[in-house]
């Protein structure tokens, strides 16, 4: 998907959900920049906007997701014209995963409709095209919903954030070898920047070709592997490249053990779950699937923006 320079004005009106969160800050930044006026929703048990100055310029409003009557009145408030949402449960078990990634977003339609907002724009993620797991169901219950709402929708799909593929940057330059299951050669992904996807996201709210869509999104270059990503770590690092591999199998037998006591416990029900997606993740790689064939496919993966991993990597490095 080529990238674009802004190609209508931004709309004028913008409110975002997950405002407080790593992408959404990205998003608020970048719709800020492009003059829009825009309305940061934030959780009363997050982080302050005063606190986070990638929301400067936006209006922040502090509303739980499901007080249908707060969201009625912020989004009465701010009259949108288009409503991004970039919230996503945090631990993926399926209590949460229900309650954020369907009932919320349900919550942020029906306050989106109750003022007439005309888009909607959905941050989903691409490994709803394989859903094996809880929070991918309840992704994939709300993109339904939307899909059928009768407002203008686009759902954007991306592939790896650099920061989930950063967590072994300090352990690396501890001197610890680098995790990877298997060979390290067993999943692919076209990581993408948040500056970037933000940049996507806010394209999409300017495109008119780009609505009533669903868009997979990776960033720039080569799909990589975890080997390949643990290399470069050791790269940029100037040390000898230390691998340490895990069996994926390990996850399959915890979730069966874990799996025994689901019937009568929600404890084991979610570390269950949370076995069940260290296994996916494991295995599957975050890239588009080839209905056709049932592999992941790079080619068929969209490329945006100009910020690489190898980027990311060495400003974190330098940082730490």
Same mark, same amino acid.
């Given at each position: 998907?080529?990238?674009?320079?802004?190609?209508?004005?931004?709309?004028?009106?913008?409110?975002?959900?997950?405002?407080?969160?790593?992408?959404?800050?990205?998003?608020?930044?970048?719709?800020?920049?492009?003059?829009?006026?825009?309305?940061?929703?934030?959780?009363?048990?997050?982080?302050?906007?005063?606190?986070?100055?990638?929301?400067?310029?936006?209006?922040?409003?502090?509303?739980?997701?499901?007080?249908?009557?707060?969201?009625?009145?912020?989004?009465?408030?701010?009259?949108?014209?288009?409503?991004?949402?970039?919230?996503?449960?945090?631990?993926?078990?399926?209590?949460?995963?229900?309650?954020?990634?369907?009932?919320?977003?349900?919550?942020?339609?029906?306050?989106?409709?109750?003022?007439?907002?005309?888009?909607?724009?959905?941050?989903?993620?691409?490994?709803?095209?394989?859903?094996?797991?809880?929070?991918?169901?309840?992704?994939?219950?709300?993109?339904?919903?939307?899909?059928?709402?009768?407002?203008?929708?686009?759902?954007?799909?991306?592939?790896?954030?650099?920061?989930?593929?950063?967590?072994?940057?300090?352990?690396?330059?501890?001197?610890?070898? #680098?995790?990877?299951?298997?060979?390290?050669?067993?999943?692919?992904?076209?990581?993408?920047?948040?500056?970037?996807?933000?940049? $996507?996201?806010?394209?999409?709210?300017?495109?008119?070709?780009?609505?009533?869509?669903?868009?997979?999104?990776?960033?720039?270059?080569?799909?990589?592997?975890?080997?390949?990503?643990?290399?470069?770590?050791?790269?940029?690092?100037?040390?000898?490249?230390?691998?340490?591999?895990?069996?994926?199998?390990?996850?399959?037998?915890?979730?069966?053990?874990?799996?025994?006591?689901?019937?009568?416990?929600?404890? #084991?029900?979610?570390?269950?779950?949370?076995?069940?997606?260290?296994?996916?993740?494991?295995?599957?790689?975050?890239?588009?699937?080839?209905?056709?064939?049932?592999?992941?496919?790079?080619?068929?993966?969209?490329? $945006?923006?100009?910020?690489?991993?190898?980027?990311?990597?060495?400003?974190?490095?330098?940082?730490?």
């Amino acid at each position: 998907m080529a990238e674009t320079d802004h190609p209508t004005p931004p709309p004028h009106r913008v409110i975002i959900a997950g405002a407080s969160g790593t992408i959404g800050r990205a998003v608020v930044r970048e719709f800020v920049a492009r003059g829009a006026a825009v309305t940061a929703l934030l959780r009363p048990q997050g982080k302050a906007g005063r606190a986070l100055p990638e929301l400067a310029g936006a209006h922040g409003i502090t509303v739980a997701l499901d007080d249908a009557a707060g969201l009625a009145a912020a989004f009465a408030k701010a009259q949108p014209e288009v409503v991004i949402s970039c919230i996503a449960s945090r631990s993926g078990g399926p209590k949460d995963a229900d309650k954020v990634d369907r009932r919320a977003n349900l919550a942020l339609l029906a306050a989106a409709k109750g003022v007439g907002a005309q888009h909607f724009i959905l941050l989903s993620a691409i490994c709803v095209q394989k859903p094996l797991l809880a929070f991918q169901h309840a992704k994939l219950a709300f993109e339904a919903e939307l899909r059928g709402s009768g407002m203008d929708y686009t759902i954007v799909r991306p592939t790896a954030f650099f920061k989930s593929l950063s967590g072994q940057l300090k352990r690396v330059k501890r001197g610890k070898p #680098f995790l990877i299951f298997g060979d390290g050669e067993l999943t692919r992904c076209k990581p993408i920047s948040d500056d970037d996807l933000a940049r $996507f996201i806010a394209d999409c709210a300017a495109d008119p070709a780009r609505r009533n869509a669903i868009l997979p999104i990776g960033g720039p270059g080569p799909a990589i592997s975890l080997r390949e990503q643990g290399a470069m770590i050791f790269e940029l690092l100037g040390k000898e490249p230390r691998y340490k591999s895990v069996s994926p199998g390990l996850f399959t037998k915890a979730e069966k053990l874990l799996a025994l006591g689901a019937g009568w416990s929600d404890w #084991f029900a979610e570390k269950a779950e949370y076995a069940r997606i260290a296994r996916y993740y494991a295995t599957e790689s975050m890239l588009v699937l080839d209905p056709a064939t049932g592999t992941y496919r790079a080619d068929l993966t969209p490329e $945006f923006g100009s910020e690489t991993l190898r980027d990311h990597y060495a400003k974190a490095l330098a940082a730490l």
